[in-house]
DNA sequence: TCAGTAAATTGGTCTAGGCTGTTAGAATGA
DNA sequence: TCATTCTAACAGCCTAGACCAATTTACTGA
């Protein structure tokens, strides 16, 4: 890896909580004893501590130690999330139908929010996500083709992040979100369930890997009664 | 000052900038000169640089320099934003109509949403709110009666969170928003003037103060055309 | 004059420490 | 047994450098 040390060191310290190996309320080892085991200094650690505790998953306390701060629902709506992760929020079974799946030429938003180079592909993606059954939205994802022509259809639909993370090292930074409302096509309101002109939450979100890159550009559509958004502020 | 150095300099920083010394788009002194101007080593000076840089003050570019920034809307948005605020972001002009104002009795949902007692009222208040003359969106906020009884409408209406601020010394804490989609009314169609059917957001906000105490709830009912949340995860 | 190159400047990262104040727990005394 | 005091461990804060990579500026030769 080419990243700085304290990122590196950040993502570990997070994938060992992701994975478990520190609970949440626990505390994690002392700054002076981290640093030791990563061979970096003080410093460096401190960096990647830092880095955690900015994006709440770490908490410090003064002469105690730093700890793994247990996240609260909203609370995880800061992070990436993704739409199974928040059905499970909700206590929901999530599925999804793919529509489509297929290289293309990007469109003219696509080139702009995705910085794409001339003559570069996307790949396109057209799903319906539904929870308990019923359908809850319509998204079109698109992902520059440079990115991903090493890995399966497979590998893509099921855990796109995952697989970013862990087959090609890349890790998910900040993401931008537009929300807005419109009412349903004709098309949509048939994939939705819903009639035509139904109210529809729409989303854009366009995220970024931590190197700055943007890498996924989203466009989903809601159905305004059975969808809603819960942010904490 | 008892408070950290990088933090009495991160105060003095942002000083500088609102007084006017360092200007949007200009280029602030290099680390290693304000670390000496401010007798500190330059990682001390670093972390008050990061914090601007955070907070979306300042902007730091690899060999060039680091810069005022000129704040973009979404960052605003992190904060407890009035709509005044927020139409300044945008260059519109903010205008606001009041529909009705009174103390009356709570519905169920605003007793549950502000834990009132029994035979406690509320103040209501409805609302049209403009941007550059066009209606932007139709407001409905309520705050429990013992709380604003010894104010008057004037101080509720041009600037409640500043007056409670001075007159009460009660502080905003945290707020919980719920973001959904819906349908213009008849009624509401006429109050923005557009179609009954059209897409509207609807955001619901629940305010606590920062002993957390709930103090205010407010339905919100936005053009879907005419306006977008923008968040930054 | 202009293009290409070298040097200086800037922020980014990192080291190897030091000192301070807080905290939890052990030792001590009533 | 209970309260107090002491102590070791901890995170917070800070220093005075170092080297790197990106960018800008200055210089040099055609």
Known sequence: MSSPVYIQIHNQLRKNIEDGK?????????????ANDFSVSRMTLRQAI????????????????TFVANRKV????????????????????????????????PSQTEVEKLKLGPDEQVLRMERVRYGNEVP????????????????????ITTSFYRTLEEKANL?????????????????IASYLQIKRGDALL??????????????????????????EFVFEK
């Open 136 to 155: 809850i939205c319509y998204e079109i994802a698109t992902v520059p083709a440079s990115l991903v022509q090493q890995f399966s259809k497979e590998e």
């Open 171 to 187: 890790y998910p930074g900040h993401a931008i979100q537009h929300i807005s409302a419109t009412k349903a096509t004709e098309k």
């Open 74 to 105: 909203q609370e995880k709506m800061s992070g990436v999330t993704s739409f199974t992760e928040l059905m499970d929020a909700m206590g929901k079974k999530a599925a999804s139908k793919t529509i489509s799946y297929h290289l293309t030429i």
């Open 22 to 34: 520190w609970k949440v309320g626990e505390k994690i080892p002392a700054e002076r004893e981290l």
């Open 50 to 65: 830092q880095a955690l505790v900015d994006e709440g998953i770490l908490e410090r306390r003064v002469g105690s130690g």
């Open 202 to 227: 729409r989303m854009t979100q366009l995220s970024y890997l931590q190197d700055g890159r943007p890498f996924e550009y989203v466009h989903t559509q809601y159905v305004g009664s059975r969808f």
